[in-house]
């Protein structure tokens, strides 16, 4: 049975890394949905978060695989009730809207998004959700003339996992002493 | 030749590489010279007296040499190549390294750094080509990166499971200056090579197998790997278990043994196979379950508990899941294992694999050694140069029916002796490699087991062997087939042979341009003599036996079907 897992994975700051992590789901011909990566909270580290929808057991083969690569710190899978994430989206509205401007801000209102830019041409909304939500305003909003839409791709914090601090003070501390496992 | 007061000294990033391998304790490399890597060689021209350059005729030779160097010495081999179609043609020996565990130090020259993405001439990104296929790779751009780049090689291509690495070195890089120093890489703090055993597992482990009552080792590369061949030999013994090995596995378990039944897989032994879905605990050392050993795996040794002595995590439940993984080095893990271990005896399980040996020695082997055909068969001409070697040759084969002969009939009396393209199946891969194990090992006999097709894949390197004067033996077992490819074909194609009938040239006089003196020879009066004087003379030597055409090899495990449904005929 498919599921959607969201992969997190801490790595050095390392040209063509990410490369050598997308190689692994291209080989099993596994599609990603969304990927997001930037450096992590510890200076020269990277997180990478990546969405696919798959079995478990491929979700934990292919985690072992990116774990695998000499410069991945650690590659963690989780369910969606593990983590709490976020997307961001941008909404480019024709100024038409405003024709109806009762309407367009109960809608942006009603939605916790905001309007960030308005021109003569268009307005920009913006809007920070799960895919859900962003779905749902898209439908609300397209009524009003969809210019351009852009979503990012999912940013997630996991509910139980030490701080990468610790962390990385126990895997240091392993590979001096050349021990591999340590317990997640 | 140069004298380098080398520490603290200003040199050419080229020097720095080179320095950097001879700090590795590097003695060998083998490569082939091109515009990219030309500061590289030129450096290397003032180390000639402390460094041996193979030049071979073609890139997949460097690497091939490099392998077979790597699998009978242990050590890493090295080669050089140029950018562009240089390192490209490295890739079929990357990828044949990384899927059969193999160390290998590969240096690519690259453009220059201003040039990178502009389709320089020569320019490819072999970053991005070799990523697949490689344990770790690293382009490097500037003249202070070289040698720490080449530490962390070293130490990624040697530890844990090894495989093959990559340096791209740019030529601004080569010629760029810097001041030498080296640190041996010792660790990473992203890499954990060597795990620690959890001894709670193998406690449980040896529970297992001292409950057991149909208990079977499956051995593989990971105990050659590991050197842990006498700790393996001491477990078995103990607890009184049959061993079996995979092909890359091959002369870690002394085949004379009692306790030896046999070769797994596709074309192995009769015994082991069916065993496999008769035993109660299966106890897998440094091996990965790979498709020429399980065939059907929905049909595999669902019976057994599963025992899986693993290094690579990402093995561990990757094909056969296991009731108890060890996580860890196997002769680390055998030996807290061993004190474990009650001695037992099992001899009502033993003679069932006795009593399959039996079976298939009638239906197959004694026909196959002693055949009643005119024309020759493959497995005599193996089994006569067993006896003649006495199990005492380093046999390097290439790929196809005379390597599962090979395989089959060579009894490998030490460990490393048997060297082989299992996971990739390369052809091509023979000639070379057997070229890098006679480098490795320049006092053993070295020979090359090849059939008609592979020795035309890289039969170029004759060139090698006869300007650097390598004493490689060269048996070549001609069906004028792809005869592997044929067998299929006649058994699931309807004998529609499709392109794999080969028309061959004269092998002995294409030999003999190289100074390669040799025989060719038809009938069986003349096998004993010839392989006599293959091993016998100093030099390199190629004798070609011609043999049946259509000779197929038995027993086989057809895909899709059971371990337990191999068949005889």
């Known amino acids: 049975m498919n599921t959607t897992y969201t992969i997190s994975i801490f790595t050095e700051d390392r040209i063509g890394l990410l490369n050598r992590i997308t190689i692994i789901f291209t080989r099993q011909h596994i599609n990603i949905q969304s ?33 695998k690569q000499i410069e991945v710190l650690k590659a963690f899978y989780h369910v969606n009730e593990e983590i709490i994430s976020r997307e961001i989206a941008l909404f480019k ?63 997630a914090i996991t509910k139980p996992m030490k701080t990468l601090t610790t962390f990385l003070k126990e895997i240091e501390n392993n590979s001096k002493t050349n021990i591999k496992h340590f317990n997640k | 030749m140069k004298k380098h007061n080398k520490y603290n000294t200003e040199v050419t990033g080229a020097e720095a590489l080179i320095l950097s391998l001879l700090d590795e304790n590097v003695n060998d490399i083998f490569g082939y010279p091109g515009g990219a890597i030309m500061p590289i060689y030129d450096a290397l021209y003032d180390y000639m007296d402390q460094l041996n350059h193979y030049l071979v005729r073609h890139e997949q030779g460097a690497i091939h040499a490099a392998q077979g160097y790597s699998r009978v010495s242990g050590r890493p081999g090295v080669v050089f190549a140029t950018s562009g179609p240089g390192a490209t043609n490295l890739i079929t020996g990357i990828a044949d ?51 720490p780049a080449i530490a962390k090689a070293f130490y990624i291509a040697t530890t844990g499971r090894p495989g093959p690495v990559l340096v791209d070195i740019t030529k601004d890089a080569q010629f760029g200056k810097t001041n030498y120093e080296y640190k041996k890489c010792e660790s990473i703090r992203s890499y954990f090579p060597h795990p620690k055993i959890n001894v709670d597992e193998i406690k449980k482990a040896a529970e297992l197998i001292n409950n057991a009552k149909r208990p079977f080792i499956l051995c593989g590369h990971g105990v050659l790997l590991s050197s842990a061949e006498r700790q393996l030999l001491a477990f078995a013994e103990k607890a009184d278990i049959p061993v079996a090995s995979t092909l890359l596995g091959l002369s870690a378990f002394p085949p004379q043994h009692p306790l030896y039944v046999g070769y797994l897989g596709m074309h192995g032994n009769y015994g082991p196979n069916l ?25 595999y040794a669902k019976q057994a508990k599963v025992i899986h002595f693993e290094i690579d995590p990402s093995e561990i439940n990757k094909i056969i899941p296991a009731d108890i993984a060890i996580l860890g080095d196997a002769k680390e893990a055998l030996d807290l294992l061993l004190p474990e271990i009650k001695t037992q005896k099992r001899k009502e399980w033993l003679q069932g694999f006795d009593e399959c040996n039996k079976i298939e020695y009638e239906k197959v082997i004694k026909n196959a050694v002693d055949p009643e055909s005119e024309k020759l068969r493959m497995a005599e001409v193996i089994d006569k140069f067993h006896k003649i070697s006495q199990g005492n040759a380093i046999v390097v084969t290439d790929v196809g029916q005379h390597q599962m002969i090979t395989s089959r009939y060579y009894k490998f009396n030490e460990p490393n002796h048997l060297v082989t393209s299992g996971g990739l199946g390369t052809m091509g891969f023979g000639l070379p490699a057997a070229i890098g194990a006679k480098v490795a090992k320049p006092n053993e006999d070295v020979v090359a087991v090849l059939g008609d097709g592979g020795f035309q894949m890289t039969i170029q390197e004759l060139g090698t062997i006869m300007q650097s004067n390598i004493a490689v033996k060269i048996l070549v077992l001609n069906n004028n087939f792809l005869g592997m490819v044929r067998q299929w074909q006649q058994l699931f194609f309807d004998r529609r042979y499709s392109f794999t009938e080969m028309k061959n040239p004269d092998f002995i006089a294409i030999a003999k341009g190289y100074g390669i003196t040799g025989k060719k020879i038809t009938k069986r009066k003349d096998l004993q003599e010839a392989i006599f004087e293959m091993l016998e003379s100093k030099d390199a030597f190629i004798l070609e036996v011609v043999v049946e055409n259509e000779d197929n090899v038995f027993p086989m495990v057809a895909t899709g079907a059971s371990v337990s449904e191999i068949t005889l005929e």
């Open chain 2, 275 to 299: 065993m496999t879905n008769k035993c109660d605990v299966l106890i897998a050392i440094g091996m990965r379950f790979d498709d020429r050993v399980t065939s059907n795996v929905s049909k």
């Open chain 2, 97 to 147: 390294a990384q899927i059969d565990s193999t160390p290998l130090v590969c240096i690519t020259g690259q453009v220059a750094s201003h040039l990178l993405g502009t389709d320089a001439f020569q320019e490819t990104d072999v970053v991005g080509i070799s990523m697949p296929v490689t344990k770790w790779n690293i382009q490097v751009t500037k003249a202070e990166e070289i040698a």
């Open chain 1, 35 to 67: 990927i997001t990566a930037s450096e992590s909270e510890v200076k020269g580290i990277y997180r990478y978060t990546i969405v696919v929808t798959i079995t478990k057991e491929m979700v934990e083969k292919l985690v072992k695989q990116i774990d």
């Open chain 1, 93 to 155: 509205i024709s100024s038409e809207a405003l024709n109806q401007n009762e309407l367009f801000t109960k809608v942006v209102n009603e939605n916790y998004a905001k309007i960030v830019s308005v021109s003569a041409d268009y307005i920009v909304v913006e809007k920070t959700g799960d895919e859900n939500e962003i779905l749902s305003l898209f439908n609300s909003l397209e009524k009003f003339g969809m210019l351009e839409y852009a979503r990012s791709g999912k940013v």
